[in-house]
């Protein structure tokens, strides 16, 4: 029998090696013997969040403040993030950043976090409280004055500390880059075009020496994408009944997807499911990826499914049709299909250099280097849309929804959509900015507004910038 001092180091090493699964059975082992042991109690919640194991994680989490565990405050932050980022519970995350401040009222992280739970649920003087808050307790963090700055029209004043705030002594790569994108934000709304362009320019610049000067590997992604193409070459097989799929929501990151979700979400038989991370989540699972699906045969996919099924039920538990609005799953419509041949999926389309252009204006992930650069973002574009070519001639029912189309005149563009998804009209998809429903992406504060057209062809008042990046789609 192991002893607690082999379970804590075996714990640690698979901990390590980023096996969640192992190290949390390793945890529970431990535990069944050291109950009293606070911190492996929050070990075990982090590694059951890792799993997918969303409730276990809430559950350690309750017994590790019972046990006492230190920083409790950090407990309730994370329990926070389980509720609203994987099961959309913002009350009850609300009540615990509420908890947390009762026990540590200047603590940042919550403050931060109160902040965004409130722009989620499209609360802006919520929010704007919050973000106030924080710069009571922090006056030169970055993230709570560009959020702040984020969230109404530009005015001189928050130009001008922004601006300040760039050049004050101290600041770091990842500090200018928050600030960088703040910045451009607010002078594209003056319409201080070159600025805007010269600030986005250096906001992504900071954003790259913040990531360590990370790169994309154009003949990489080429690669990858060429593995997609040989794993799947042919459509799969469907199966009776196969109802269980959601609605899968996919594309060019700013393409219209949250728009799309949000509309759906006004319908009384349609749950949004938000940005979920199970398709990328699984495909980490599978390695190497994809070609690991061709070697693992039916049983693979079988299990593959099972595992999104569960998973799926947890976040959204008890919802008879759920979108999975995750943009980048584009790259995975393979497996989706393999395990879900029936499976509905909307393709949210938008005019190319409208599409690039509002990547590079956003603070996206480190492990997206394509958005740091416009011709990058290019190549990604064409690799994109060789990908989206070889999925749509395996699969011709996929549904394109043109961004630009459905905020031009929505009504027939909506009957369509539903129409796909099988779904009667109903007057409430065309009131979706009024939903309560959590917005978790860059798009929080547009689907709180009635449709515009302000957004299509955007890119022409950058056009003098956009010499390289029209060659380069030119080339691709």
Known sequence: MDTPEQLIALASQLRAQGRPVEAAAAYRRLLALRPELADSWYNLALMERASGRFTAALEAYDQALAKGVSGPEEVRLNKAVIHADDLARHDLAQAELEAALAVAPGYLPALLNLGNLHEDMGR????????????????????????????????????????????????????????????????????????????????????????????????????????????????????????AAPVFICGMFRSGSTLAEQILAGHSRVTAGGELGLIPALAGRLRPYPQSLAAGGPELVARARALYLDALATARPGATLVTDKRPDNFLHIGLI??????ARIVHTVRDPLDTILSNWFLHLDASMPHALDLEDMAHWHSQYRRLMAHWKALYPDILDLDYDGLVRDPRPAIEGLLQYLGLDWEEAVLDFHKADTGVRTASVWQVREPLYVRSSGRWRNYEKHLASLLRALENG
Not at 217 to 240: C, G, K, M, Y
């Open 124 to 243: 802006k003087v919520e929010a704007r409280a919050a973000y106030e808050r924080a710069l009571a307790v922090a006056p030169d963090d970055a993230v709570a004055l560009a959020r702040l700055a984020g969230l109404g029209r530009a005015d001189p004043d928050t130009i001008d500390r922004v601006r300040a705030a760039i050049a004050a002594p101290g600041r770091t790569d990842a500090d200018r880059a928050e600030l960088g994108y703040a910045l451009g934000k607010a002078l594209d709304q003056t319409e201080d075009y070159d600025a805007a362009f010269a600030a986005y320019s250096a906001a992504n610049a900071a954003a790259r020496a913040a990531a360590g000067g990370a790169r994309y590997d154009q003949r990489a992604h080429e690669a990858f994408v060429d593995s997609l193409i040989a794993t799947f070459p042919e459509p799969a097989v469907p199966t009776v009944g196969d109802t």
């Open 337 to 342: 299909k393999a395990m879900f041949p029936a």
